[in-house]
């Protein structure tokens, strides 16, 4: 049984459909990107699935435990497995950095402060961000914010993690860095769901990718390399600069992984 299995979701605004019958799976420890042309549905999408989105009708399976989508009260359920990035970075900017990092888990995971704030050091270090912990997020670089957004929603410890363009606003050495961080935290068990644009990124990180058009679910292929194994993927990534594309890890894909 898939970790996350996701159904016949649908979304409507007024008398337009957003997403229409859209549906994938993903096993614990993969990553999985969203693709597609832009307003093809993908952050709608992601933000179905924490419930921040409502849906005229859906049902998701997380770790078998199964969730309708369509009930307001689902989002509770969704919300304990799962803690999302959004594109827009939402860092509480009268706080320090450390403390955008430690306020959840103090406050709502009822850890103490001082292993939060340990913890927070940790990972601010491994973002390369050590010497940011005392900033405000208003002098911080867009790049930055978004390696401390990054760092504030793994603070809650989530089983899966939901990114919108998580690698928008970085220079490729900062690329780097955070694709070696999802694939540290997918090889311990993490389930990772992004939406993204940068192919070269989704080729090189992706175990599965969802392309998505119109609304619905047009194709689902591997990455690592392989997505050229699905026609339809293999023609929108090439259009959209997704042919020699490089690893963001620093390495090129192995092509028979």
């Given at each position: ?12 605004h ?15 420890g ?23 989105q409502?849906v ?16 307001p ?18 860092l ?25 704030e ?12 050590a ?15 978004q ?25 490729p ?11 540290d ?20 990180l ?8 119109d609304?619905?679910v ?10 050229a ?7 929108f ?10 690893d ?5 894909s192995?092509?028979?992984?």
């Open positions: 049984m898939p970790y996350i299995d996701v159904r016949d979701v649908c979304v409507r007024g008398k337009n459909e957003t997403l229409r019958h859209a549906g994938f799976e993903a096993e614990r993969e990553i999985v990107s969203f693709i597609g042309p832009s307003g093809s549905g993908k952050t709608t999408f992601l933000r179905t699935l924490i419930g921040l409502p005229w009708q859906g049902r998701m399976g997380v770790d078998g435990r199964i969730v309708d989508m369509a009930v009260a689902s989002a509770r359920i969704l919300r304990e497995q799962a803690a999302i990035v959004f594109q827009q970075y939402g509480f900017g009268h706080m320090s950095v450390l403390r955008n990092l430690t306020l959840a888990p103090t406050v709502v995971a009822k850890r103490s402060r001082r292993e939060a340990h913890e927070a050091r940790a990972l601010l270090e491994r973002l390369g961000l010497d940011k912990a005392d900033v405000l997020p208003a002098d911080l670089s867009g790049g930055q914010k390696r401390v957004a990054i760092a504030r929603a793994l603070m809650l410890r989530p089983s899966l993690l939901l990114l919108d363009e998580p690698t928008s606003a970085l220079d050495h900062k690329v780097r860095d955070v694709g070696v961080l999802l694939r935290l997918a090889q311990d068990g993490m389930t990772i769901i992004q939406v993204s644009h940068a192919m070269g990124v989704v080729s090189s992706s175990d599965r990718i969802v392309l998505l058009e609304g619905q047009s194709a689902v292929g591997t990455g690592r390399g392989d997505a194994q699905q026609p339809d993927i293999a023609a990534m090439n259009t959209h600069g997704g042919e020699a594309a490089t963001p890890t620093g390495s090129r192995d092509p028979e992984h």
